[in-house]
């Protein structure tokens, strides 16, 4: 999108203030809008263009690799798995697990119990090799105890007449939890095919943020100031624009926060809509302490599964996940001075053109100074 369009639905819910503010930031902006949006396609061809892309990206192995090499999040789903499974036995138990990849959840979920069916949907050209996966692991197996492969988007799967399931399963979490758009997926499945009282896992998931200072931003820009001792400084404004339009998932050092978590989005799976997750909008409120400096917020995800609690965390206090944290480097560092109380909200909304995307605006008040707005495409 570009900024210098005044017309641009996306600005509506942004204060007076910052709309006026807009209007210095966005011809600074606009020059490198151009040069990164190559988009010409017609909106719904776009969406189309950014599913196959999106789904091409699964059928690489790399990203499988790093999935399954992650052991916070391959065993959050095993103790989910584990804990739910404690009341299948001696039940005839369904479970889909949407966008089964390489068929973990799916597996994991058939070996609990002996009565239990699997349908395992993957809409990548990955599922060729799902379904020898099953073969080898399930062929000769009792047949009650099966792992069917549905090559097919979720959003097309169907199951025989009348049949539904206990339990849903899906890894669907993208970088700030909601990049990838993949819940929408999931959530067609659940809306068609859940029991009453059937179980969602994960069930519960949390999106935060905290602010940082974090010499990374400074050190990344720094760079330009000399090239084998040669001043680049000139190219400074537009590293800058480039490297704080878009976030950067890295890990970050738990030494950077400076203030406490604040809660972005709390999507409850058994009831969330996919109109919810079009935009949310929060408060923020914190101070820095004395002689710090703000260089951005950090992001990260929580999930919650059923009674067996929240096992899945990216925080940058927790053990390092293949998600990192998603980190929002600010163009204009806050300096603290003596200490300041920085209040204002941050929005997250679908990205208009982008249909995997989100865009992210945080809009900042800093009492003796002019407000700030940071905007950010995570596309
Ligand atoms: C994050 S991966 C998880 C893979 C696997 N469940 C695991 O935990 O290792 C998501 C998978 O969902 C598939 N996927 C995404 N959207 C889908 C859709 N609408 N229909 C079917 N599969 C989808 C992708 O191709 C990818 O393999």
Request: aromatic fraction near 8%; charge should be negative.
């Amino acid at each position: 999108m570009d900024l210098e369009d005044e017309s641009d639905p996306g600005l509506a819910g942004l204060s007076p203030e910052f709309q006026a503010m807009l209007g210095g930031l966005s011809g600074h902006m606009a020059s490198f809008s151009k040069l990164l949006e190559q988009r010409t396609l017609p909106k719904e061809q776009a969406k189309d263009k950014d599913d196959e892309v999106y789904l091409d990206s699964y059928a690489d192995l790399g990203i499988h690799e790093d999935m399954l090499k992650d052991t916070a999040r391959v065993e959050a789903y095993r103790i989910a798995i584990e804990h739910c499974a404690r009341s299948w036995e001696g039940r005839e138990v369904t479970v889909i697990d949407v966008g089964a990849g390489t068929g973990l959840l799916s597996i994991l979920c058939a070996r609990q119990a002996t009565h239990v069916q699997v349908h395992a949907i993957e809409a990548s050209r990955l599922a060729h090799f799902l379904r020898q996966i099953v073969e080898t692991n399930f062929g000769g197996f009792d047949t009650k105890q099966a792992v069917h492969v549905h090559e097919c988007l979720a959003e097309d799967f169907q199951l025989s007449d009348g049949q539904k399931a206990d339990v849903i399963v899906s890894e669907w979490m993208g970088y700030c939890l909601l990049y990838e758009n993949m819940l929408p997926s999931v959530l067609s499945v659940r809306d068609r095919y859940l029991k009453k009282g059937g179980v969602m896992l994960p069930s519960r998931c949390r999106l935060l943020m905290a602010p940082i200072q974090d010499s990374w931003r400074e050190e990344k820009l720094g760079f330009w100031n000399s090239v084998c001792g040669i001043d680049m400084s000139a190219l400074v404004p537009l590293a800058t624009a480039t490297f704080c339009s878009v976030p950067q998932h890295r890990l970050v050092n738990s030494a950077v926060l400076l203030g406490d978590a604040i809660e972005i989005a709390h999507l409850d799976l058994q009831t969330v809509k996919c109109e919810d997750l079009d935009r949310f909008q929060t408060d923020v409120a914190f101070t820095l302490p004395a002689g710090t400096r703000l260089d951005g917020m950090v992001t990260w995800f929580e999930c919650e599964f059923g009674d067996a609690g929240w096992q899945l965390s990216t925080s940058p206090l927790k053990p390092a996940t293949h998600w990192k944290q998603t980190v929002f480097y600010f163009r204009d560092p806050v300096e603290a001075g003596g200490g300041v109380s920085i209040s204002g909200r941050m929005m997250l909304e679908r990205h208009n053109e982008f249909s995997r995307g989100y865009r992210a605006t945080f809009e900042l008040k800093i009492p003796g100074r002019k407000p700030r707005m940071e905007v950010f495409e995570l596309r």
